[in-house]
């Protein structure tokens, strides 16, 4: 392991330009949004809200990729974005349409639209957006993304139901660490508060002392680099640490006290960096996943600041 990963990461300045890469991206795609009649895809014997729908995002220099659209009843209405986890995994949230808000789960890169998952975009059985951030140094990956999440809501806050300043992110595990990124992401663009479960994508170098399953890929490609300061300048982008300085809004974090996917000790440690108003509950005996105990945290977090 080298010695002090941290002091290979970027600067505050240098991710403030990451993002901005990003934004310029998705701000200048020219994309292309078809509604899917529900009629036309399986519905799994699912009872849709009315007004909701699979949305497919095209034409931005990307591949395809799916979202589902949960429109509020009463509009205008705050914007709440969910992004899935590693599974990559598409859901609704009917509750909290409900309760007022409209809802865009983003499914980037393809991976999974209405018909399931698209199996030929899988390496070795695993979905590779984590292989290819590290193989391109941040500039594929993640980098596209998060574009198409920037896509995607461009889209949605340009609705006449969406209050463009009132953007709110969450989700679990990958869903956890993206809703941090999207969070610094927004800064000053309407971002109002941040949801996160279970987060990944935070804390790299304690998580590599702590050898969940999934960072024995950052462990092997370390032991065989002369030079492993690029990987972990990398890691740098995507580690929520590296953003706390932009998350001036309200942060709920949780994390599962038998999670050894995201120990609770990297999320603690981002908890203690986060400079506004922030709120970390650990689930005791909780093991990684999505939880109703999150669920209802969220809804509060959400009528608070959202």
Not at 30 to 38: A, H, R
Not at 144 to 168: M, N
Not at 202 to 223: C, G, H, M, S, Y
Not at 252 to 268: M, N, Q, W, Y
Request: net charge negative.
């Amino acid at each position: 392991m080298i010695q002090n990963p941290f002091q290979h990461y970027p600067t505050p300045a240098e991710i403030d330009a990451w993002l901005d890469e990003i934004w310029r991206a998705g701000q200048d795609a020219s994309i292309e949004v078809e509604l899917l009649e529900p009629g036309n895809i399986p519905q799994f014997g699912i009872r849709h809200t009315r007004g909701s729908t699979y949305v497919r995002f095209s034409g931005h220099g990307g591949d395809p990729f799916y979202g589902y659209w949960q429109p509020a009843a009463s509009q205008p209405a705050p914007l709440l974005v969910h992004t899935p986890g590693y599974g990559a995994e598409m859901s609704a949230h009917p509750d909290l349409v409900a309760a007022g808000y409209n809802v865009l789960h983003v499914n980037p890169l393809g991976y999974v639209g209405p018909e399931g998952p698209d199996a030929g975009k899988q390496r070795d059985g695993s979905w590779p957006v984590f292989s290819e951030t590290l193989e391109s140094g941040g500039t594929r990956g993640y980098r596209q993304w998060f574009t198409d999440c920037v896509c995607a809501i461009r889209w949605a806050t340009g609705l006449p139901g969406v209050l463009p300043d009132r953007i709110s992110f969450f989700g679990t595990s990958q869903g956890g660490g993206a809703s941090l990124l999207l969070g610094s992401l927004y800064h000053g663009r309407g971002v109002r508060c941040v949801a996160a479960d279970e987060p990944w994508l935070v804390n790299f170098p304690l998580a590599a002392e702590l050898k969940p399953d999934w960072a024995q890929n950052i462990a092997a490609r370390t032991a065989g680099m002369a030079d492993p300061a690029p990987l972990w300048r990398t890691l740098g982008l995507l580690d929520a640490l590296s953003h706390a300085h932009r998350l001036t809004v309200p942060v709920l974090l949780t994390a599962g006290g038998s999670d050894v996917t995201c120990p609770p000790p990297t999320i603690e440690a981002l908890f203690t960096s986060l400079p506004s108003t922030k709120l970390y509950c650990l689930l005791d005996g909780q093991a990684h996943g999505y939880t109703r105990e999150f669920v209802t945290l969220a809804g509060a977090w959400f009528r608070l600041y959202a």
